[in-house]
């Protein structure tokens, strides 16, 4: 009898493998990654989006895998997903921090999900062309989905222990902390932002290799269908490297990856640059705000050579180059005073800033004909470079440049 209770309490002590401390922060670090690359790859980018194909073996694995180490659901992720696109930063945004609070999204972000989950209207609406085999059916789904999560401890406890308890616990709280929490909680409250998306998204880093590229947030949401989240040479997502791993493998086929602003020689503008400047808008607008953050950079270091750089005029512009960029609407009202006297001061400020929001016309207004808006597009040309403004007319050239 005392040789079956020192077994048994060896067992509980270190379980089947009598794994080291490092190995069981290895173990942990390994199995929460392959959920993380469950998430993003399969039921973010896959089913939600459609921006890639997965063959049958990936998709089975990380339904499965998923079905062990989360219990979610395919249908009701991809459903409340696709709602928070379709209704972003409104009140039927299901875990928006513009309208709850961020405290709440980081905190409740799992009980945001659930109760999201029980709204059958939106799983009707939102949850159509997710898998619905006898395995949804009959094991992943209802109340069965419990029995991958209770599998998944008792596989933990029998390796490692009573410590497989504890690597359990953080199995089930990983997602709803970091995809719940983070990516829909501060992802779109703070951070940097490429492009000037319709929603308050934002980029997080460096964060990559726990949140698989969904860090680049700010990048999903400008081009949501795409199966690439990294735009700039600096931005990593190892989401897509394991996608191009599975693509060479012949499990994986891309649909779609951003677009790229094709550049040729300088020509009249025509409908080809319209079609350009449209279909790449957030790339276009993106290089116009380097040039207004330079050219606000000048009137900064001019302030500076006059020894001015500790007056209020200097914090005026200093706030103004943060948000002069921004589309109207989405500049807080405390740094609307700031770029009115930016402008005032600056006619070549004032004049960039006049012209964005012309530049950003021709995607807006839907009652023009397409022939009225090159002849718009022709005269915005014009007067950009014959503005007597460097950063316009070199804006301008690059425009003309551009085709579909």
């Given at each position: 009898m005392n040789e079956f209770f020192n077994a048994l309490l060896d067992w509980l002590e270190s379980g089947?493998?009598?794994?080291?401390?490092?190995?069981?922060?290895?173990?942990?670090?390994?199995v929460t990654h392959i959920t993380i690359a469950g998430v993003t790859i399969f039921l973010h980018r896959c089913q939600a989006h459609r921006a890639l194909d997965l063959g049958p073996i990936p998709s089975h694995f990380f339904r499965f895998w998923l079905w062990m180490t989360t219990g979610m659901v395919t249908k009701q992720w991809v459903a409340i997903h696709r709602k928070h696109h379709a209704k972003c930063e409104t009140e039927e945004d299901p875990h928006s921090p513009q309208t709850r609070g961020l405290k709440k999204v980081v905190a409740e972000g799992a009980e945001l999900y659930r109760f999201e989950a029980k709204n059958q209207e939106t799983l009707a609406k939102?949850?159509?062309?997710?898998?619905?085999?006898?395995?949804?059916?009959?094991?992943?789904?209802?109340?069965?989905?419990?029995?991958?999560?209770?599998?998944?401890?008792?596989?933990?406890?029998?390796?490692?222990?009573?410590?497989?308890?504890?690597?359990w616990a953080i199995q089930m709280v990983w997602i709803p902390?970091?995809?719940?929490?983070?990516?829909?909680?501060?992802?779109?409250?703070?951070?940097?932002?490429?492009?000037?998306?319709?929603?308050?998204?934002?980029?997080?880093?460096?964060?990559?290799?726990?949140?698989?590229?969904?860090?680049?947030?700010?990048?999903?949401?400008?081009?949501?269908?795409?199966?690439?989240?990294?735009?700039?040479?600096?931005?990593?997502?190892?989401?897509?490297?394991?996608?191009?791993?599975?693509?060479?493998l012949g499990w994986a086929k891309v649909r779609k990856t951003p677009p790229?602003?094709?550049?040729?020689?300088?020509?009249?503008?025509?409908?080809?640059?319209?079609?350009?400047?449209?279909?790449?808008?957030?790339?276009?607008?993106?290089?116009y705000a380097r040039d207004l953050k330079a050219a606000c950079g000048a009137e900064l270091a001019r302030i500076k050579a006059?020894?001015?750089?500790?007056?209020?005029?200097?914090?005026?512009?200093?706030?103004?180059?943060?948000?002069?960029?921004?589309?109207?609407e989405k500049i807080p009202a405390t740094a609307q005073a700031s770029i009115e006297v930016a402008r005032a001061a600056s006619p070549n400020l004032d004049k960039l800033i006049s012209m964005r929001e012309e530049l950003r016309?021709?995607?807006?207004?839907?009652?023009?004909?397409?022939?009225?808006?090159?002849?718009?597009?022709?005269?915005?040309?014009?007067r950009a470079e014959e503005s007597g403004v460097s950063e316009l007319r070199a804006f301008s050239m690059r425009l003309r440049m551009a085709h579909a």
């Amino acid at each position: 009898m005392n040789e079956f209770f020192n077994a048994l309490l060896d067992w509980l002590e270190s379980g089947l493998l009598h794994a080291t401390g490092w190995q069981l922060v290895v173990y942990t670090l390994v199995v929460t990654h392959i959920t993380i690359a469950g998430v993003t790859i399969f039921l973010h980018r896959c089913q939600a989006h459609r921006a890639l194909d997965l063959g049958p073996i990936p998709s089975h694995f990380f339904r499965f895998w998923l079905w062990m180490t989360t219990g979610m659901v395919t249908k009701q992720w991809v459903a409340i997903h696709r709602k928070h696109h379709a209704k972003c930063e409104t009140e039927e945004d299901p875990h928006s921090p513009q309208t709850r609070g961020l405290k709440k999204v980081v905190a409740e972000g799992a009980e945001l999900y659930r109760f999201e989950a029980k709204n059958q209207e939106t799983l009707a609406k939102y949850g159509h062309g997710t898998p619905d085999d006898w395995m949804e059916r009959n094991v992943y789904s209802g109340r069965r989905s419990v029995w991958g999560v209770s599998l998944m401890l008792i596989i933990n406890v029998l390796l490692f222990g009573a410590i497989g308890a504890t690597i359990w616990a953080i199995q089930m709280v990983w997602i709803p902390f970091w995809a719940a929490g983070i990516i829909n909680g501060v992802g779109h409250y703070w951070g940097y932002r490429n492009f000037e998306a319709p929603d308050a998204s934002t980029n997080l880093v460096p964060w990559t290799l726990i949140i698989g590229g969904e860090e680049l947030h700010n990048n999903h949401h400008t081009y949501p269908t795409s199966a690439k989240f990294s735009v700039k040479p600096y931005e990593f997502d190892i989401g897509w490297l394991y996608i191009r791993i599975l693509s060479a493998l012949g499990w994986a086929k891309v649909r779609k990856t951003p677009p790229k602003l094709a550049l040729g020689e300088i020509k009249p503008a025509d409908a080809k640059t319209l079609e350009a400047l449209i279909a790449n808008r957030y790339e276009v607008m993106a290089a116009y705000a380097r040039d207004l953050k330079a050219a606000c950079g000048a009137e900064l270091a001019r302030i500076k050579a006059e020894g001015g750089k500790h007056s209020a005029r200097w914090g005026q512009f200093k706030l103004a180059q943060h948000w002069l960029h921004r589309d109207a609407e989405k500049i807080p009202a405390t740094a609307q005073a700031s770029i009115e006297v930016a402008r005032a001061a600056s006619p070549n400020l004032d004049k960039l800033i006049s012209m964005r929001e012309e530049l950003r016309q021709f995607w807006t207004r839907t009652n023009v004909s397409a022939e009225q808006l090159v002849a718009d597009l022709q005269a915005w040309c014009r007067r950009a470079e014959e503005s007597g403004v460097s950063e316009l007319r070199a804006f301008s050239m690059r425009l003309r440049m551009a085709h579909a």
